[in-house]
């Protein structure tokens, strides 16, 4: 996987930085922040590890369910852009997302009255290769954009404390899985160049899956990773 990814990205270098000679002075860094916003649950694969585990847990603020806008988070990172000419630009961006959500059972207590808890917690880095273009060119006052390329994610997904087994014995835990997965990327915004300093809002869609280890009995067999950032951008040019 990951020599194919290299090999992802240095076909989208190679086929920019020719055309990207007289433009080198077109170089930017940039950072964002921002949101994320996971996928629905209604959009979500059935085998998706939060959609098997909302038929019996519950996060607090809901009487049954998880409620997945609790996993909307901020999210983080920054990007070296590349001018491909006026009409163009190559990107390399990292990212980081982390999120911990408290949920309890729906239907079950502890012998003493107390709710069943256990934290869900996912964390996501992503690192993308893209292309995107504008259609009014670099020099332009005002700078819409689109593109897309491919991401390259390190996830970890885990559910730590008391759980409930087949025999409705409670027992405290802590579940792993964890990996790397590739996924497209597409993305849209627009900018305002004040200077050598631009400032402007994306809105960035990923989409990946990672498969979770059968040995840590997860309600799953996957957690889908994709959704939306809306992200506030400031760069940099030199």
Do not use: H
Not at 112 to 138: C, M, N, Y
């Amino acid at each position: 996987m990951r020599r194919w990814v290299v090999s992802v990205c240095a076909v989208i270098f190679a086929w920019g930085f020719p055309a990207a000679t007289p433009a080198l002075a077109q170089q930017a860094v940039t950072f964002y922040i921002g949101g994320f916003t996971p996928r629905a649950l209604d959009a979500r694969p059935n085998d998706d590890v939060l959609v098997q585990n909302g038929y019996f847990l519950s996060t607090f603020d809901q009487i049954r369910g998880i409620d997945i806008d609790e996993f909307n988070a901020v999210t983080i990172g920054g990007e070296w852009l590349v001018g491909l000419g006026r009409y163009a630009e190559a990107g390399l961006g990292l990212g980081f997302y982390q999120q911990s959500v408290p949920t309890l059972y729906t239907d079950l207590v502890n012998i003493d009255g107390t709710e069943i808890v256990q934290t869900l917690k996912l964390r996501i880095v992503p690192f993308d290769a893209t292309i995107r273009f504008l259609p009014l060119g670099s020099n332009s006052p005002v700078q819409p954009y689109i593109g897309g390329g491919v991401g390259v994610d390190y996830w970890r997904y885990s559910e730590t404390g008391q759980f409930v087994d087949f025999q409705n014995n409670i027992f405290a835990g802590n579940f792993v899985g964890s990996g790397w997965e590739v996924g497209p990327t597409i993305l849209g915004g627009v900018r305002a160049p004040i200077g050598r300093v631009a400032l402007g809002f994306e809105i960035r869609y990923q989409s990946a899956e990672g498969k979770l280890p059968a040995d840590q009995g997860f309600a799953g067999t996957i957690i889908d990773r994709g959704g939306l950032n809306y992200l506030f951008v400031t760069s940099f040019r030199f």
